[in-house]
């Protein structure tokens, strides 16, 4: 098995969002915001190379939606899925597995383009099967009112209309599920319903892709919550329950909106799970 990371871009959100109730003075520290109180944030996604498979996790926000809609992101850098995979020698018709681990625009928006003249949506990765689960499509197919801007049709129904489409398999008795595509999964339901986190075993450890569970290395103390998720309270208890996992297991945690930090290990301390070190994806996947 190899692992790439693969750049989608990179984008702003206000800081106060993305920690909740926390105090901007205590965020800032590890998150500082510019004079529009904007952070930095990526989106990193992670391609497995495992035999004949190559999985795509989560796609970032593509490049179909108006101008108007991504100056609400403050886009910057010159990174793109396709520039990304090129560097590693692949292309998108390489893939063969998109797994999205939930379904807002900023994780699923890549997996679906316009054809050439802008008349009809299509999968964006052509020769891939496109994974969800049953709960959590339900969820972004009928969405609640806060999270209705952040499940866009133009994502959703263009993949299950291809027929690419499948879901994960959900656990019976517990949150953590052996997924067909050979890794484990971690279900977590604070930030929006079945988010998916994968758990990946590599090299005698495990890389765990984080998505909205653990944003960014600032995430790290068990209150700060972003202000995006549906049930804060559960959310306090996914993260001290995967965090204390994490740091008892010596997990990699594979940030994938923390623009400045790639890959982080946690400990035990008396203030709770803090982090221990940070490493690049070059190092750790010896590219």
Known sequence: MKLYPIQAGHFKLDGGAMFGVVPK????????????????????????????????????????????????????????IDKSLSNFGFHRDDITDVFMTHLHFDHCGG???WNSDKTILQPA??????WSNAEHWK???????RERASF???NIEPMEKSGQL??????????????ELGFGIFFANGHTDKQMIPMIHYN??????????????GHLPIPYVMGYDTRPLLTLDEKEQFLNMAADHNFYLFLEHDAHNEIITVKHTE??????????CKELFNL
Not at 46 to 53: A, F, M, S, T, Y
Not at 271 to 280: A, C, D, E, H
Request: charge should be neutral.
């Open 125 to 130: 990765f052509k020769n891939a099967y496109f």
């Open 166 to 179: 499948k879901f994960a398999i959900l656990p019976e008795n517990n949150i953590v599920n052996q997924s």
């Open 271 to 280: 203030k709770g799970v803090r982090l221990n070190n940070t490493f690049s």
């Open 25 to 80: 003075p205590l965020w800032q520290r590890t998150n500082p915001a510019d004079a529009n109180n904007m952070i930095d944030i990526a989106a990193r996604c992670l391609l497995i190379e495992d035999g004949d498979r190559l999985i795509l996790i989560d796609t970032g926000m593509g490049n179909k939606q108006s101008k108007k809609f991504y100056s609400y992101y403050h886009l910057w850098g010159n990174d793109t």
């Open 152 to 154: 866009l049709k133009e």
């Open 111 to 113: 997996s679906v383009e």
């Open 204 to 217: 005698d450890t495990t890389i765990c892709f984080m998505a909205d569970l653990l944003p960014t290395a």
């Open 139 to 145: 969820w972004a197919t009928e969405p609640n009112r």
